[in-house]
């Protein structure tokens, strides 16, 4: 069965400090996808990026960055200067094929001013 | 701003009433989902619709009752129910199922007396 861990339950940081949060996935197919959503506290999830088994590129889109690696089952997303505007929880999540999304527990990052 | 709709935003209501929560998308997806949220845990799928069918369930007990009147529509009937039934209601949508992106809507959140 699919699985996804956040094992940073709460993280908090200066403002302008980098942070990265790690998300390690367990899954037996070779076809999968990972996500990584933000939910502020308003309420709803953000999408943020999908990355499929096929594809370990990592990605860069503007201080957000994700690293992904097969070898080690992982799919770290880092912010970097973060802002105080970046405080959410967000949950990395993980689907197979025709299967529901999985979620991990999510980290809560807080970013001080 | 959301381009998944959800109405109402807030709901109190009593264990003897009944009440429906809506969900709009104009995104031309094929895939919806319900997802209930306790704090402070990730989303738990409720319900899925696929091409308006009604392709899983997950154990949801039967004072919840969902309704896909059209592609763009999900409802979400809401018939005695019971304290532990407050939470965050998130409605998603989708292209296609598992492998594409959710959006998803800010959610209503519900308090059961």
């Known amino acids: 069965a699919q699985k996804v861990t956040q094992a940073q339950t709460e993280i908090s940081v200066v403002e302008k400090e980098d942070v990265t949060l790690d998300c390690v996935y367990e899954t037996r197919d070779t076809t999968y996808y990972l996500f990584w959503y933000k939910q502020p506290p308003s309420g709803e999830l953000v999408f943020l990026i999908r990355?499929?088994?096929?594809?370990?590129q990592n990605e860069i889109s503007g201080r957000y960055s994700w690293n992904f690696q097969k070898s080690t089952s992982s799919f770290n997303f880092t912010i970097t200067a973060s802002q105080v505007v970046d405080s959410a929880v967000y949950f990395c999540a993980l689907s197979e094929e025709n299967t529901p999304l999985v979620f991990g527990k999510g980290t809560r990052l807080s970013v001080i001013a | 701003d959301t381009e998944v709709t959800q109405t109402p935003k807030h709901l109190v209501m009593g264990m003897t009433n009944k009440k429906s929560l809506k969900c709009e998308q104009h995104m031309g997806h094929r895939a919806m989902y319900w997802y209930k949220q306790k704090a402070k845990k990730p989303p738990e799928l409720m319900f899925v619709?696929?091409?308006?069918?009604?392709?899983i369930n997950e154990s949801v007990p039967s004072r919840f009752s969902p309704e896909c009147p059209n592609s763009s529509l999900l409802n979400l009937h809401l018939h005695a129910l019971q304290p532990e039934d407050s939470a965050l209601y998130l409605c998603?949508?989708?292209?296609?199922?598992?492998?594409?992106?959710?959006?998803f809507g800010d959610g209503t959140r519900l308090s059961i007396l």
């Open positions: 619709y696929s091409y308006e069918k009604l392709s």
């Open positions: 990355r499929n088994s096929f594809d370990e």
């Open positions: 998603a949508s989708s292209q296609g199922y598992s492998n594409q992106p959710q959006h």
